[in-house]
C-alpha cells in the first residue's frame, strides 16, 4: 500500500498546483494516510469510496481544470 499511496502522493502534490479536482483526491490520500495508522481500511471503506472515484477522476484528467474568476 505504501509505493501507490506515495506515488500517487508525488503526483498530486505537482498537479495540485493548477487544479482543484486534484485538491480534493489529496485530501482524500491524506485522510487514508492518516487512517492507515490506527483504523482498519476496509471497515471504513463504505465511506471513503466516493473519495477513490473523484482520486481516479483526478489521475486521469489530462487538461486542468479551475474554476472560473467570479
Partial sequence: MAVPLVSTLIVFLIKAQNDMSVRIGLGLIATLALYSF???L???AY???PGLVLVGIALRQRKP???PDL
Fill in 38 to 40: 490506527g483504523e482498519n
Fill in 42 to 44: 476496509e471497515i471504513l
Fill in 47 to 49: 465511506l471513503y469510496w
Fill in 65 to 67: 481544470t479551475t474554476y
